[in-house]
């Protein structure tokens, strides 16, 4: 939602990275506000997904140029367990699996880990466990997700749902949701989105990067842009998902190119 | 390998020294036993120290054993119940400790229950005072000492041992803890095993190898050199849980013979944590529809070495086996695994998948594997593989975006390979006790 008072999160400007020398964002502008929810759509490697790493610190991304504030710092000052702590939160497309670590060890010391860092209490497992239980109803979880390994044998949506989970007990400033809306069935977008909704607040914000407009009949945006060839090149309100949904991204890209072309037009005359 | 070894000179010095420390070493009461050591010696005087040239130990070199000299414990360390509280294992209510390679009555604990049922816990000759006959059937039948120097030397001086007899149809409802603790340097122990399983019966059998104190000192060596059998017959049960957390300077070597009766049932998990050279040769014979697991972990660092060798042999039809085999190598650490799994001829619908995943925590470590499949029946369904890899960066970027730290993602990541072998322990407080070993020594502190 659009606050008038709120504070500017995120501020990228010109950003550019490459991966194994190739480049994939190529001069990116987008600022999020708190309060807000953002959707970034666009086809298969516009660079959606490289974004939502390079926000998050994967090592496999090299920044060539521009800036990224978060809450006013360099954001790439900060190595990938600093952005957590500070409150970046990336949940990803394919969660990984760490067979025989159970899940509630696993959830107890992340939640942990980030508490000291903030310099707030520790829970010792059985207060842990009565915490993490009132989380898990938010996304309708059976108690027996804790004992199970992480994410191993769970299916696509019992992943994405555990990646929300993640979100509820580290409370992240900036929540980005990489296509976790990408193989759910109904139900399970459903249940993913109405925890995604009771999570976000006036103080926080999130950035849904999504192929699908389905998942923002659930979340709702406030502003959805659309991404092409690394860059952002149009940005409206939740509408501007229906008519992707309906006329495709081709008259997105044409109009860019139209509008550019006369930009240079003008500059040359 | 045998033609290789027979016709070398033998490596005088080492053993002789070892032969040689065994001034005391008495007659037994029982002939076969002194027949068998005989036996056992004879073939000490053509069989040599293996080196880098044997096809079984080419990866394994042990030529510092033979530079250092090793002598049976001459003075007995006397230790207190309190001393050792510390490697009890809760569940187990029977327990024989070995110092030294000599057993230590008042350390022991053979419960009431196992007199009740006609089970016996007890040492070699308590044992054969009652029950010489099933004794003799197996002591040094299973274990071959022809080609093996290392078992014929263990068998040339058997005196003792630990025995497990469980009768016809009997469960033993607690595990056996067998408790070997080293605590001096220069010593050689032959720590020796006896397990058998009549027709219907189960057990559960920890062997356990520690060190009372961690030596300072690469000087401070001790050798173990132990051999185990395990006889099941039909339709017996045993679950065998082997740990080695000897000192980092300690040499282990161990030879485990198992011979699985009909539709007999064998599950072992073998856990290799110390040493500074390790080398574990299990090997399982299969009779129609016996079933084994067989899994394993070597979790080393710095410059140890750790050598699991293996045979699983289906000489009959409808046997089952599998086997999960990890190593996780740190510093400049050599692991090596040799799986070989037999399917005899006639051995129809066998079943086998053996698979080996070893983790490289450095680039100075090292892994040699070798799986080998030797498949001479056409009607079974085998699978082997290896893979050799390390920490996946997507893994350890996951866990960073959760707010761990690089080392902290690391070693959780280390752990959890570790873990998958460690949660296969069926004795929970043991399972916990190793976990947090594992725990300690991948680092995992966020």
């Known amino acids: 939602m659009i606050y008038q008072d709120s504070k500017t999160l995120l501020e990228v400007r010109g950003l550019r990275a490459t991966v194994n020398g190739i480049e994939i964002l190529k001069g990116l502008d987008f600022t999020v506000k708190s309060g807000e929810v953002h959707a970034i759509m666009g086809p298969n490697g516009s660079g959606k997904s490289t974004f939502a790493k390079v926000l998050a610190g994967h090592t496999a991304y090299e920044v060539t140029g521009g800036s990224v504030l978060f809450e006013g710092k360099n954001l790439f000052e900060l190595a990938p367990e600093e952005r957590a702590r500070a409150g970046v939160f990336l949940a990803f497309q394919y969660p990984i699996e760490i067979p025989g670590v159970a899940n509630s060890q696993f959830l107890r010391l992340t939640y942990n880990t980030v508490q000291a860092q903030r310099g707030k209490e520790e829970l010792d497992p059985l207060e842990f466990d009565d915490f993490v239980r009132e989380k898990m109803k938010l996304l309708e979880m059976s108690h027996d997700f804790l004992d199970r390994s992480v994410n191993e044998g769970f299916s696509g949506g019992e992943k994405k749902r555990n990646e929300i989970l993640q979100m509820a007990l580290l409370e992240p400033r900036l929540a980005i949701l990489d296509e976790t809306d990408?193989?759910?069935?109904?139900?399970?977008?459903?249940?993913?989105?109405?925890?995604?909704?009771?999570?976000?607040?006036?103080?926080?914000?999130?950035?849904?990067?999504?192929?699908?407009?389905?998942?923002?009949?659930?979340?709702?945006?406030?502003?959805?842009?659309?991404?092409?060839?690394?860059?952002?090149?149009?940005?409206?309100?939740?509408?501007?998902?229906?008519?992707?949904?309906t006329r495709g991204y081709d008259w997105v890209a044409a109009d860019y190119q139209a509008a550019s072309e006369t930009r240079v037009a003008q500059e040359v005359a | 390998?045998?033609?290789?070894?027979?016709?070398?000179?033998?490596?005088?010095?080492?053993?002789?020294?070892?032969?040689?420390?065994?001034?005391?070493?008495?007659?037994?009461?029982?002939?076969?036993?002194?027949?068998?050591?005989?036996?056992?010696?004879?073939?000490?005087?053509?069989?040599?120290?293996?080196?880098?040239?044997?096809?079984?130990?080419?990866?394994?070199?042990?030529?510092?054993?033979?530079?250092?000299?090793?002598?049976?414990?001459?003075?007995?360390?006397?230790?207190?119940?309190?001393?050792?509280?510390?490697?009890?294992i809760e569940e187990a209510s029977t327990r024989l400790v070995f110092v030294d390679g000599v057993h230590v009555p008042q350390l022991s604990s053979t419960a009431p229950a196992a007199s009740n049922s006609g089970v016996?816990?007890?040492?070699?000759?308590?044992?054969?005072?009652?029950?010489?006959?099933?004794?003799?059937?197996?002591l040094g039948r299973l274990a071959a000492f022809r080609d093996n120097v290392f078992a014929a030397r263990n068998t040339a001086v058997l005196q003792d041992a630990a025995v497990i007899l469980v009768p016809r149809n009997v469960a033993l409802a607690a595990p056996v803890h067998l408790l070997f603790i080293a605590t001096q340097k220069d010593v050689v122990s032959t720590p020796?095993?006896?397990?058998?399983?009549?027709?219907?019966?189960?057990?559960?059998?920890?062997?356990?190898?520690?060190?009372?104190?961690e030596p300072r000192w690469q000087e401070e060596a001790h050798f173990t050199n132990a051999v185990t059998e395990i006889a099941l017959e039909d339709n017996a049960r045993v679950n065998h849980i082997r740990i080695q957390r000897e000192g980092a300077h300690a040499f282990h070597i161990a030879n485990c013979a198992v011979s699985?009766?009909?539709?007999?049932?064998?599950?072992?998990?073998?856990?290799?944590?110390?040493?500074?050279?390790?080398?574990?040769?299990?090997?399982?014979?299969?009779?129609e529809g016996a079933e084994c697991a067989v899994d394993g972990l070597a979790l080393i660092a710095a410059n140890q070495l750790a050598d699991t060798h293996t045979s699983i042999d289906h000489a009959e039809p409808h046997g089952v086996s599998r086997q999960l085999h990890k190593c996780i190598a740190g510093g400049s650490a050599h692991a090596v695994f040799n799986g070989k799994v037999m399917v005899r001829q006639g051995a129809q619908h066998s079943n086998s998948v053996q698979s080996n995943r070893n983790l490289l925590l450095s680039a100075r470590a090292q892994v040699d594997t070798k799986p080998q499949l030797e498949i001479f029946a056409d009607d079974v369904k085998c699978t082997h593989g290896a893979t050799v890899g390390q920490l996946d960066l997507e893994e350890v970027f996951y866990l960073k975006s959760r707010g761990l730290s690089d080392g902290a993602a690391r070693s959780l990541l280390t752990y959890a390979f570790a873990a998958e072998i460690i949660n296969r322990i069926p004795v929970a407080s043991l399972k916990h006790q190793l976990q947090r070993q594992v725990l300690a020594q991948t680092g995992s502190q966020p």
């Open chain 2, 1 to 88: 390998m045998s033609s290789v070894t027979a016709i070398r000179r033998p490596s005088v010095a080492y053993l002789e020294t070892l032969l040689a420390g065994q001034p005391q070493l008495s007659g037994s009461p029982s002939a076969w036993i002194n027949a068998l050591r005989a036996e056992a010696a004879s073939r000490l005087d053509v069989l040599a120290l293996p080196t880098l040239r044997d096809e079984e130990w080419r990866f394994t070199d042990i030529s510092q054993l033979a530079r250092l000299s090793f002598s049976p414990a001459l003075n007995r360390t006397h230790l207190e119940a309190a001393d050792i509280a510390h490697f009890h």
């Open chain 2, 192 to 213: 020796r095993c006896l397990v058998v399983a009549e027709t219907g019966s189960a057990a559960t059998v920890i062997e356990d190898y520690v060190v009372l104190h």
């Open chain 1, 182 to 245: 990408s193989g759910l069935d109904i139900d399970a977008l459903r249940i993913v989105s109405q925890g995604v909704n009771q999570l976000a607040s006036k103080d926080n914000a999130i950035v849904l990067v999504t192929h699908y407009q389905r998942l923002l009949n659930y979340i709702v945006p406030d502003f959805v842009h659309v991404m092409e060839a690394g860059r952002i090149i149009k940005t409206g309100g939740k509408d501007l998902a229906l008519e992707l949904e």
């Open chain 2, 120 to 138: 016996v816990v007890s040492n070699l000759p308590t044992a054969l005072a009652t029950h010489a006959a099933a004794i003799k059937a197996h």
């Open chain 2, 260 to 287: 699985l009766g009909r539709s007999s049932n064998y599950q072992s998990v073998s856990v290799a944590l110390g040493a500074q050279i390790s080398r574990y040769n299990l090997d399982a014979l299969l009779a």
